[in-house]
């Protein structure tokens, strides 16, 4: 049977549900006296929880409230547990454990190879905290701290034993998430609440970031001014310092004056002026201005001149030269080639009516697709902005301003999947075994085609208002570029059509969608946004499959695939091989970077670096060894 963290909806058909427990010790207490912790792991999700201890008497305690919690949360019983001959495993412990039906396996004295699970975590375990520590330049104290970071890490973590999948998300049936995760030790900033702190004092405090809140909220933070653990949720992370940064900004530095070390004084006070002055800003009017029984004039008695602070900024005196590097000539602009930038430009262009048809015909998709409708800006409401994008080749594109957009009234999610490049190479390398057809698509106005859900507007884009309807607002219909959730509404809209003709996405990749015909044939299909590669045995399946696209979104047909994501396909069906080139791109890339005419090297190696000729292969074997390395 699964252990206790059997995702719900499985059977238990297995051995009993099994824990693996042990006690380490450690060579320092922790801040709060802890000298041991004790492991219990999961052997179905090989989840970790980790208890630290003041004495080993407390592992019966601490085995209870595991227990209980880990029962509660899973409605299921827990029914073995195995752990090595300890003494804090024997007498209550056992007492406990047959109390409540739990099996205990105990392992042979001096062989902890049969509790090797609990063996090897805790050696894990303790090898992490070393390392954070050290990473960290916290002292052995903080060790509890690290250990808990530690085993949250590795609950996180894919795990041989699983197959690389995560305990966590195994014990709990659902995705984990990452977002959360800082580097152990760094240095945070956290916010000080108002009703801790006076008018003039700051807002944040100086933390060392410690870890996880866990069952609390938060992070846990150490305040080192205070020598305390303080919990908070607003905190900003520089997860490149330490608290070897805080400790060099917390020395006193002195003040220079004139090349001189000048130390501020007090300014001296007659003896007449009514008392000394308060330093600490306490009876503040007084420290000033005489007391009414002196007799000595109303007036601010004048204090000493302090010696004036250079404020001017030092600015170098050094002659800027051009670089010698390259010549002027071979100076490279990185530009789309000379398109306009804005809507006057492209008025003002040399190409100009070239241009003014680019955005005619882009108008003229937009009310065929029936993109939006003109009508009156609600109460209320905001109309986003636009602006036109040109591209080589005379095209014209029209892009919201989508970064105007406010999340919970003009958008929710926005996530949309893509094809993951493993899967690419997977299905071309199946299409090279088993020699089937590989063709390529392209959706037009890939964006233009997602329904929208929520209420937008836009202004009407510019030179193409309507006449005498100039104060009307576009109410988008449907998605357009720029827009938070084109990109989703895009993918939401293809996967409907996909299964709605009998294809299923598979479940490692969501932008993979397959359909397997009765005689044993299929047709995989493999989208990128608006890329799309259809593999398959029978053309004709393959043909109808894009007739059908072309009736609910405007594609083109590319023919038989060449190139995806900026890789070359070369194919050769008669011997069944079939290569992805980068060669173009590494030259583009070359050429961007004025690079073009860089010399070649022979051998990726260092310069320094010399070979031997004992380091040369020598024969046919050697030579055809060689051969068949990159």
């Not at 995560?166 to 580097?183: A, C, F, N």
Request: aromatic fraction near 10%.
């Amino acid at each position: 049977m699964p252990l206790v963290g059997l995702a719900k909806g499985t059977e238990a058909t297995q051995s009993p549900t099994k824990v693996h427990t042990d006690v380490c010790t450690m060579d320092s207490r922790t801040l709060g006296g802890c000298l041991y912790f004790v492991t219990f792991i999961d052997d179905y999700s090989r989840k970790v929880w980790v208890f630290a201890l003041k004495s080993k008497d407390q592992v019966l305690d601490v085995f209870k409230h595991f227990h209980v919690s880990v029962e509660r949360e899973t409605s299921r019983k827990l029914k073995c547990v195995r752990a090595d001959n300890g003494g804090e495993y024997r007498g209550p412990f056992e007492r406990y454990c047959k109390d409540h039906g739990i099996k205990l396996e105990k392992t042979v004295p001096k062989t902890p190879q049969q509790n090797g699970v609990a063996e090897r975590m805790n050696i894990t375990i303790t090898e992490r905290i070393r390392c954070m520590l050290s990473h960290a330049k916290l002292p052995k104290a903080f060790w509890g701290e690290a250990m808990r970071t530690a085993v949250d890490l590795i609950n996180l973590s894919p795990s041989v034993p699983l197959s690389g999948d995560i305990p966590e998300r195994v014990w709990k049936g659902k995705d984990v998430s990452y977002k959360h995760l800082r580097v152990f030790g760094c240095r945070a900033f956290v916010h000080i609440p108002r009703d801790e702190r006076f008018k003039l004092d700051g807002k944040s405090k100086q933390c060392i970031f410690l870890g996880y809140g866990n069952k609390e909220f938060g992070y846990r933070l150490w305040d080192h001014v205070n020598k305390k653990i303080v919990r908070s949720r607003d905190v900003i992370f520089f997860e490149d310092q330490t608290i070897e940064d805080i400790e060099k900004e917390d020395k006193p530095k002195p003040i220079a004056r004139n090349d001189s070390v000048y130390e501020p004084e007090l300014p001296a006070r007659d003896v007449n002026d009514g008392g000394d002055a308060n330093i600490n800003g306490e009876n503040r009017e007084n420290n000033f201005l005489p007391q009414a029984d002196v007799n000595v004039p109303a007036e601010p008695v004048p204090l000493e001149p302090i010696p004036p602070i250079n404020t001017e900024l030092r600015r170098s005196v050094r002659q800027s030269h051009p670089s010698q590097k390259y010549p002027p000539h071979e100076y490279v602009l990185l530009t789309d080639g000379g398109e306009p930038e804005r809507y006057e430009e492209a008025l003002e262009h040399k190409h100009k009516d070239k241009w003014l048809i680019a955005m005619q015909e882009e108008m003229q998709s937009l009310q065929e697709n029936h993109t939006f409708e003109l009508v009156k800006l609600p109460q209320g409401k905001k109309a986003l902005k636009n602006k036109w994008v040109f591209k080589p080749r005379y095209n014209a594109r029209l892009v919201v301003k989508g970064f105007n957009q406010k999340k919970g009234i003009d958008y929710e999610e926005i996530f949309s999947p893509v094809v993951k490049m493993s899967s690419i190479r997977v299905m071309l390398g199946l299409a090279a075994s088993l020699n089937l057809e590989v063709e390529q698509l392209d959706v037009k106005t890939t964006f233009l085609h997602g329904d929208l859900e929520e209420e937008i507007y836009m202004e009407q884009p510019e030179g193409f208002a309507a006449k005498g309807e100039e104060d009307l607002v576009c109410r988008l219909k449907k998605s357009l570029y720029g827009l938070k959730q084109a990109p989703r509404q895009w993918y939401k809209k293809f996967d409907t059509f996909m299964v709605d003709h009998g294809y299923t996405k598979t479940f490692s990749d969501h932008c993979v969608f397959m359909k397997k015909f009765s005689n044993g044939e299929f047709i995989i299909l493999l989208l990128y946004v608006d890329d799309m590669l259809i593999i398959g045995h029978d053309t004709k399946e393959i043909g109808d499959l894009k007739k059908e696209l072309s009736k609910s979104f405007a594609m083109k047909d590319l023919g038989a695939a060449k190139q995806i994501l900026g890789m070359k396909i070369i194919r050769d069906r008669k011997n069944g091989k079939l290569w992805l080139s980068q060669q173009k791109y590494i030259e583009k890339v070359l050429e961007r970077f004025n690079m073009g005419n860089a010399k070649p090297v022979g051998t990726p190696l260092a310069g320094h670096f010399k070979l031997s000729k004992k380091q040369c292969l020598t024969g046919k074997i050697g030579r055809e060894e060689m051969e068949k390395v990159p």
